[in-house]
T-cell receptor, first 107, second 115 residues
């Protein structure tokens, strides 16, 4: 089993839709969790950290489920500018990147 | 300011050349990282510096040689590279060494082509 797994997609959704991504991790001792977005040929940019209590930033909501060892990202009211690859990152002694989920928001 | 800068943006080098990539951050971060990213793949960790000391080397070939002259600067010296080393090289920094719940901030990367 990979350390961090994501559905590669692509997820093709219309503008205004709600879309959710999951990411599973294998190390139960993991203690830090993040979502990054990466546009084509650009660097990863931090989208949000994921806390045990969950957190929300505008249209984005992240959740952590330690019992089932996954984190999720929910994007509401999708915009064209949300089109990107979303990388799940899990940390213990070092961080491990998931392979990323590609999102394409269609007009 | 969450800026990490990298130079050069693009680099083309032959297999016998020696070149260096540079990275700088002024956020007071004490951990700095080098990653390699191939197309359609996630970043792969190469090296981690913590308080200016090399703390992680992910079995990277010796043709890649990292250096941390001070807490703000990170270099990656390249020598005798192979065409398969062509990739985007990303530098990142974080507030504290690995193991903590601290976000990493990435520079824009150096796109390296080895001919």
């Amino acid at each position: 089993r990979k350390e961090v797994e994501q559905d590669p997609g692509p997820f093709n959704v219309p503008e205004g839709a709600t879309v959710a991504f999951n990411c599973t991790y294998s190390n139960s001792a993991s203690q830090s969790f993040f979502w990054y977005r990466q546009d084509c040929r650009k660097e990863p940019k931090l989208l949000m950290s994921v806390y045990s209590s969950g957190n929300e930033d505008g249209r984005f909501t992240a959740q952590l489920n330690r019992a089932s060892q996954y984190i999720s990202l929910l994007i509401r009211d999708s915009k064209l500018s949300d089109s990107a690859t979303y990388l799940c990152v899990v940390g213990y002694q070092k961080v491990t990147f998931g392979t990323g989920t590609k999102l394409q928001v269609i007009p | 300011d969450t800026e990490v800068t990298q130079t050069p943006k693009h680099l083309v080098m032959g297999m016998t050349n020696k070149k260096s990539l540079k990275c700088e951050q002024h956020m007071g971060h004490r951990a700095m990282y080098w990653y390699k990213q191939k197309a359609k793949k996630p970043p792969e960790l190469m090296f981690v510096y913590s308080y200016e000391k090399l703390s992680i080397n992910e079995s990277v070939p010796s043709r890649f040689s990292p250096e941390c002259p001070n807490s703000s600067l990170l270099n990656l010296h390249l020598h005798a590279l192979q065409p398969e080393d062509s990739a985007l090289y990303l530098c990142a920094s974080s507030q504290d060494p690995p193991g903590g719940p601290y976000e990493q901030y990435f520079g824009p990367g150096t796109r390296l082509t080895v001919t």
